[in-house]
């Protein structure tokens, strides 16, 4: 490394446009990429740190709460329990992983601050990283009830090789909502109590312990479930591990267009304020 | 390589709140009502304007008053805070030796905090596996690198700090009052440590009271007052100034 020469230029003066905040960012995740991996890493591990059961947590939680759910809303709904399970694990793991990312993403940029202020670091690590745990936690909690899921009839097919691009694709529909909700956060710390709240809204607003036809019948409910973007992430993973089909072009389309736009927007926030954050921590 | 720092017509401003965070609800009623958001803090230059050239080969001391703006000129520098208006170009790589446990992770051990630190100066962990035995060494924590650092003392915080930092190959040196630290016996080993890598580096700043230090370490010091450098010049003369100043201020 101490051969390689390197220029850095702070130029107050120097206005670029969204594509050139993101060439010199990734010229910095290039650079960051080992800090980026240890704070992975270190947050998995910090997890679980201390725990009887270590990482089974990751495991043991969703195991659980996807049993209570199942028992409680097979019973209101009247479904088959076994069935009714594996829906409520098809949704509900995807829906930990959006509620967690943009709940500690809210806070990614303020409990940063030991850094920002005292070294440099490219500000757009911290989004990344709460994006990659989560993503990363998903997965491993998907891998192990997956053997849960086998037993109580899951279907296994070649479409779960589809879940890597729904993965993919949710990951960064939510690191644009990170960029756009850390940053805006340090400025409105309302912000992180109002998100707190709405997504528990969300929450029963999204079909998880509930079908997707129990809303259809209301003509009010479908349109405000319909206006919810979480839907069709969820649609993305109840079609690829609950139907085993490959979910239609609609859906995926629906998706692309709204990870594009959370993209945007939360480039033009994140980038237009991160030079002023550290003035505001 | 040769390294260099160019600052052009740089100021860094900063903001005294009367009241930290605003609520959206203020934000929404100050805007409705007109109240501008501007009548809450006062603005000052931390950093006026300046203009500084430094290139490989100089040891720059800096002094002046406390909030003469030194410690915001080196962060400007280190890349913390941006500018808000000027230009900032640097040629090399920096080592920051400013505050105890910058770039430290309470959670982490020490032994994992050599590895996070080194990841935020830019090396990989198979580099740093590599310094890993000399900075524990360095650092004689023995046992301790072992434990998570939230349970350190701040003689052992600092003591890794610079055990870290000691072992990077510094190409532009940063010190900001960092030599005090631990007890008599790792002063004494640290500051030996310092003279060695001022004479590695190409380019080193550093920011001290302790005018002897200035004196023996610099070819070249800048008094700073009020976001403005006064007087830039060889250290006899400038340190001259300087407590003509201190002199004044007393009176």
């Given amino acids: 490394m101490a051969e390689e020469s390197f220029i850095t230029e702070y130029n107050a003066e120097e206005k670029g446009g969204i594509w050139s905040f993101w060439i010199r960012n990734a010229r910095e995740l290039i650079r960051f990429r080992h800090a980026i991996y240890n ?3 270190s947050n998995l591990r910090a997890r679980y740190r201390r725990s009887t059961f270590g990482f089974f947590w990751s495991l043991l939680n969703p195991l659980f709460t996807m049993v209570i759910l199942s028992v409680v809303f097979s019973t209101i709904f009247k ?4 069935n009714f399970s594996i829906y409520i694990f098809s949704g509900l793991l995807p829906w930990t992983m959006i509620f967690n990312s943009i709940l500690n993403g809210a806070m990614a940029l303020i409990s940063a601050e030991r850094f920002l202020k005292k070294v440099y670091i490219p500000k757009i690590i911290f989004p990344i990283a709460i994006v990659s745990v989560e993503a990363i936690n998903f997965l491993l909690s998907l891998i192990s009830l997956f053997f849960l899921a086998i037993f109580l009839g899951a279907k296994i097919s070649w479409v779960l090789f589809t879940l890597p691009l729904a993965l993919l694709i949710t990951a960064l529909f939510l690191l644009g909502l990170v960029m756009f909700v850390s940053m805006l956060n340090v400025y409105f710390r309302d912000l992180f109590h109002i998100v707190q709240v709405v997504f528990t809204g969300l929450f029963y607003l999204t079909p998880i312990v509930y079908p997707l036809e129990f809303v259809l019948n209301s003509p009010l409910l479908s349109v405000v479930v319909r206006l919810n973007p979480f839907l069709y992430f969820i649609e993305l993973f109840h079609s690829i591990i609950y139907r085993a089909e490959i979910p239609g072009v609609t859906t995926w ?8 736009t959370s993209m945007f927007i939360g480039s033009l926030v994140f980038f237009a304020k991160e030079n002023d954050v550290v003035y505001r921590l | 390589m040769k390294s260099y720092i160019q600052t052009d017509q740089l100021s860094v401003k900063f903001r005294i709140y009367k009241n930290r965070g605003l609520s959206l ?16 803090y006062t603005e000052f230059f931390a950093v006026n304007n300046i203009t500084l050239r430094i290139d490989s080969g100089d040891r720059l001391g800096i002094v002046g008053f406390n909030g003469a703006g030194k410690s915001t000129l080196l962060k400007t520098i280190a890349g913390i805070y941006f500018p808000h208006s000027g230009s900032i170009r640097i040629n090399g790589r920096i080592t920051p030796l400013m505050e ?10 020490g032994r994992e905090n050599i590895f996070l630190n080194g990841a935020l100066l830019g090396f990989s962990p198979a580099e740093m596996k590599k310094k890993e035995q000399a900075i524990a060494e360095f650092s004689e924590l023995g046992e301790f690198l072992n434990l998570p650092i939230k349970y350190y003392s701040s003689g052992m915080y600092g003591r890794l700090s610079f055990s870290i930092a000691a072992m990077t190959n510094p190409e532009i040196l940063i010190i900001d009052e960092v030599f005090s630290t631990g007890d008599a016996h790792f002063v004494e080993k640290s500051s030996q440590r310092i003279l060695q890598l001022v004479e590695q580096s190409q380019i080193v700043i550093i920011v001290s009271h302790n005018l002897e230090q200035i004196r023996n370490l610099c070819n070249r010091v800048i008094v700073m007052d009020k976001g403005v450098i006064l007087k830039d010049g060889l250290p006899e003369e400038t340190l001259g100034f300087y407590n003509d100043q201190v002199i004044h201020a007393n009176q």
């Fill in chain 1, 79 to 82: 479904n088959s329990l076994a």
């Fill in chain 1, 39 to 41: 704070f992975v890493v």
């Fill in chain 2, 25 to 40: 609800k203020e934000f929404i009623v100050n805007r409705m009502f007109g109240q501008g958001e501007r009548d809450r």
């Fill in chain 2, 100 to 109: 105890l446990g910058a770039g430290f992770d309470a959670e982490q051990t």
């Fill in chain 1, 253 to 260: 389309g629906i998706c692309i267009v709204l990870t594009l």
